[in-house]
């Protein structure tokens, strides 16, 4: 789960597909909100969400996916864009180690959030009901601009 207004993906994807960002998800390099995808990639920045405390949370996992698993980091290079260099975090833990009843609990709290109001989604709910609709369809679909880029990408290559 992204901890920004809008994943890196989407920010992609908008630019891909020509479109233009939601109001309030970006900044371009003068630190003024956007819409254009190109600006927020091209030295601008992707909103937190949260207003502070989504600010903390990105902070959080800044330094564990950056710091921790020792790729570029804010402040060390100009971007990560440039660096070409992510950094992932994966941390195991073995809830069973830790409490009992482990699944019971979190299938209570997940009921009770889903059973308190309407239209309650629960991450990766959507994307999952998505994948299932097109498995037993045999579909995937792929915007044009994305499908003519992949094209070209075949045909000639990567650029340098």
Do not use: Q, Y
């Not at 069973?96 to 009770?112: G, N, P, Y």
């Not at 792929?142 to 340098?160: D, F, Q, R």
Request: proline content about 3%; some cysteine.
């Amino acid at each position: 789960m992204a901890t920004s207004a809008i994943a890196l993906f989407g920010v992609l994807s908008a630019k891909a597909k020509g479109e233009m960002l939601p109001v309030g998800v970006a900044f371009g390099k003068d630190g003024k909100e956007t819409t254009d995808a190109n600006e927020a990639l091209e030295g601008g920045a992707i909103a937190t969400f949260g207003g502070h405390k989504g600010a903390g949370l990105s902070l959080c996992v800044e330094i564990l996916a950056g710091a921790m698993s020792g790729s570029a980091v804010l402040g060390e290079v100009e971007s990560k864009k440039s660096t070409k260099n992510w950094g992932h975090t994966f941390i195991a833990i073995k809830p069973d180690a830790l409490v009992d009843d482990f699944e019971r609990k979190s299938a209570s709290v997940i009921a009770a959030v889903k059973d308190s109001g309407g239209n309650i989604r629960i991450p990766g709910e959507r994307s999952m009901i998505t994948a299932i609709k097109r498995k037993e369809e045999g579909t995937l679909p792929v915007p044009e601009t994305i499908w003519n880029s992949i094209l070209h990408t075949a045909e000639h290559g990567l650029a340098k």
